[in-house]
Structures are given as structure tokens and as C-alpha cells.
């Protein structure tokens, strides 16, 4: 009987085994490089690698009760698929897609900046959303596919992320374009929705003024300032509050703008007795522990904005950007 318990605790190990399909021919891809990644408690560990065959297909040895990641690379790109515990590991389809360094399809679709202030510092957090409605991957690692704008007293203080579709967030480096005060990014825009977040802090004084630039020409752009801020400049206009948050969201209509900030504040997702000691964006506290946190204060923020304020940018869906 104790043998046999013994037996049943073992780890299962077999083949992982599946085909790569290109999504862009609806063929199975030959010679695409395969690597499995053992997840467990003590973090990731390589299990493997292999090619696919002329049909496609690819057998890897695993942990069949243990949680993978599967990649393969191709063209350039990494495609990735989870694979769970007690997840079926045979026949498995990783999908993956021709390259191109046009941006094809690939077009923003939202792009939201909050600013933050109090009055001594300034806190930007820029999110965009690009929408690939085709079937080719954009990738120009020479020029990018992000390009953005950022003030020159902030360019020391940036930092950027990406998160693929149905992916994780990767930090990723902002690199110098030949244009002045313009950076990019070398990161896949693969079809699906593929976000970018770029962060960063200046200082400021009395009266605090934010001079931004948008770089792409489709999708709207939104700016987003707290309660207790007021923005005011040429090309701007009110849309409404966000109900949950009373955020104010603006329409910017020009590439080039320049605000103005009065008053000073930061997004509050909660009410104060609902909102434990660590939570919540503290504006006073930006150096060191709230800037080391953006990005997920970021992401909670816009969050909970977009399910408020998605009415406000739709009713401004037919001016011109």
C-alpha cells in the first residue's frame, strides 16, 4: 500500500508535443526553434528545446503534471503559451505569425496620459493601446514600432513597459530617435491588442506647465487629471468626470499642446475608509516608494477609469484628433 502511494506522488513526466501553425499562410511552420520553461516555486527553469519538422510538429520531453511555458521563435519574434498543471500537453497548437517591418494593421487605438501634481512635482503616465486587426506581426527593431515624446527635464526619470496580447508586462529600454526629445521602442506589435506604458516625473513650479507631443496620427488622445486639478490650454477640452474616481477627462485635439495645472492631487480609486495604508497613489510620497510602484498604480488607475469614462470618449469619437 505505502509503495503505491509512493507511486501515485511521483511527478508524471512525458511528451509536450504539438504542431506550430502560421497564422499568416494557415500552415504548419517547418524550422521554428521550440523552448519549454519549467514554472515552479523556485522560479523558471529551462526544460528543453527543438525544431519543428517539415509538417510543423514538435515533441519535447516535461513534467506533464508541472506548469510550462512554451515559446517559439520566429522571424525575430517570441510567441508564448502557457501551459497549466493538468493542462492536456499533446497536441498542442502554438501559433505564430510572418513579420514585416510595416506597420500593416497595426493603428493606436487609445491613448490616455494622467498627470499628476503637487505642486513641486510632476507625475506622467502614458498608456497606449495599439489594435492589430491583421494577421502579420509588425517588428522594426531599427526604428520601432513605439515612438514617443518626453519633456527633456524628465528624460532621465522614464521608464517603459509592454505587454503583448494575453501576455505579461516586460520592461522594456526607451531608446534616443535622431529627433529631438523623441525615444522608441524596439517591441512586436502582434495581432491582438499590445499596450505600452511609459512613465516618468519632472520637477515643476508655480504655475505648473506640461508641454506634450503625440507622435501617431490615428486614435484619439485623452488626458486625465485628478480631483482638485484643473487643466487649461489651447486645443483641450473638458469631456466629463469619471463618477468613480471624479477624474476629469480632457480631449486633446492638437499634436502639439501645452496645459496649464492648478491645484494639486492624485487618482483615488477608493474612498479613504475603504482604502488600506498602502494603497492608492500618494502624490506626496512619489520619491522613492510610489514611483517604484507606477506601473501598477497605472494600471489600476486606468482601470477603473475606462470602465467610467468609456461613454465620455465615445461621444467625442467624430472630432478631429
Known sequence: MRSLLLVSCLPLFGAIDGTVINKT????????????????????APAGSAKTDRDGRFSLEGDAAGAHLLQASYEGVTYSMSLTRGQPVNGVEL??????????????????????????????????IYQNSGNTTWSNPSEGTLRFFVPEAAQSQMRVRAMSPN???????????????????????????????????????EPVTFTGRTLHKEGKVRLVVPRGVVAEGD?????????QSQATIYEVENARYTVTLSGSGAIRSLEPAERGEEEGPSIEQIPPRIYGQMYWILGLSLALLALGFWNLYQRGSGRKA
Open 25 to 44: 499562410t494557415s500552415r504548419p511552420q517547418p524550422g521554428v526553434t521550440v523552448t519549454l520553461t519549467k514554472l515552479g516555486e523556485g522560479g523558471m
Open 95 to 128: 501559433f505564430v505569425y510572418d513579420a514585416s517591418r510595416a506597420k500593416g494593421a497595426a493603428k493606436v487605438d487609445q491613448d490616455m496620459i494622467l498627470l499628476e501634481t503637487d505642486g513641486q512635482n510632476l507625475v506622467v503616465n502614458e498608456t497606449l
Open 167 to 205: 501576455g505579461m508586462p516586460v520592461e522594456r529600454t526607451p531608446l534616443k530617435a535622431s529627433e529631438k526629445n523623441v525615444y522608441y521602442v524596439d517591441f512586436p506589435v502582434k495581432p491582438g491588442e499590445t499596450r505600452f506604458d511609459v512613465s516618468y516625473k519632472m520637477p515643476v513650479s
Open 235 to 243: 486645443g483641450i477640452k473638458m469631456l466629463g468626470t469619471e463618477p
